[in-house]
């Protein structure tokens, strides 16, 4: 058991000013630190099991709602871009790029990736997956370097589309349920976009779901429900309840151009949304419409959509370009963004099976210690407010752990890196070259 001390927690429920924990992979118990004393005795911890948090700021483990870890090697790489819109900028960029992905590429953009989330705080990662040279396997590639070997929290699935083989896409999906691991791994059934999958694609699918929950990007562009109208008749919404994929917990990824009956129908069938706000700008597609969201009552939270391994920063996103969109700062406040983060934590405890998102008793020890100071006056109604104004422009945690284990000390990772790096170079290099990129 180890012993963390004289920290400020903050867990979005409750603030402590002074506070300790104790945990092993789990929460043993935490409180002020008059009580110190009495539970270190108990538990008879020893000093070298006790770490000073020198008043630092305890909060759980972040949980990044949505990405691409596939995207990792695009970092630098200039291949020729000239959308005009957004069906080019998949066919000039990302379909190029993961159409070319294999098994051991996946494998090493899993994990850098981990070490960027440690850097940021990420003890838990949403990811949806797509590799043109090997289909197969490659969601255990993903696997083994996030949750097995980083040690990390993670959920994977393939993103099926009708331009890689469909048969080969279903068994990858369906053969990562059986890879599931309590608390730490879960699936869900990967679909790229409406506007890439035929009615025969989602008839396979709807016949191998079992009620399973899926993960798909829709209407990120408009030109996605313009797409479903004219070939199918029906917007996205309606096409995809109609083969019953619309299981709850699905992950239904932006939802930026939604018709008020078609949130009325997610709301209903109990689906998620996460919304991707810097991707959407970065687009140039639209911009999510958190208020029209939550009147519907669909339960929201945050991802990144592969940009990055940060999240925080797409929390500022949301809240300054609500403000920006509705030209009303009364539209989004932190309520909204709280709200947010703990819906981020109660998805992931269910679907991990596992309590995540609280610094107490017998919830998971993924927790992480901002070095922040707070030089205004702090406490539980506007830890938040501090934590969004100061921390989040650069969320960079000095300690990260997940599952009780320290990840990152002081900035550094508590583990050799550079051969990890080292690897990643010569693999990304591999990728650019056969994608005619300069390296
Ligand atoms: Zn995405």
Known sequence: MKGLTNVRIY???KYEKRGYVLFTDTIIESGPMEAFGEARKKHALADGDIMDGKGRLLTPGLVLGHTHIYSTFARGMALP?????FQQILEQLWWKMDGSLDREQTYWSGMCSALGYMKHGVTTVIDHHASGKDIKG???ELKRSVVTESGLRGMFCFETSDRFDIPSCIEENMSFFDEEAQGVCSAHFGMHASMTLSDDTLKKISGRLG????????AESAMDGEDSRRKYGTGIIKRLDKFGLLT???????GIFLEEEEMDILAERKCSMVLNPLSNMNNGVGFPDYPALKKHGIKCFIGNDGL????????QALLFGTHYKYGDPRVFDLGDLHTMIVNSYEYASRRLGIKLGRIEKDYAADMILIDETNFTPMNENNALGHLVFGSAFALRPSHTWC???LKLAEYEHTFPTDNIYEKSREASSRLWKDLGAPL
């Not at 871009?81 to 819109?85: A, C, K, L, Q, S």
């Not at 009620?211 to 829709?218: A, C, F, Q």
């Open 81 to 85: 871009f000239n959308p005009e819109d």
């Open 138 to 140: 490659t969601l255990a």
């Open 248 to 254: 709850p917990d699905s992950l239904i990824v932006h």
């Open 403 to 405: 599952r009780g284990e």
């Open 211 to 218: 009620g399973r929950p899926i993960h798909i990007h829709v």
């Open 11 to 13: 867990d979005f429920h």
């Open 308 to 315: 990055g391994t940060a999240v925080a920063n797409e929390w």
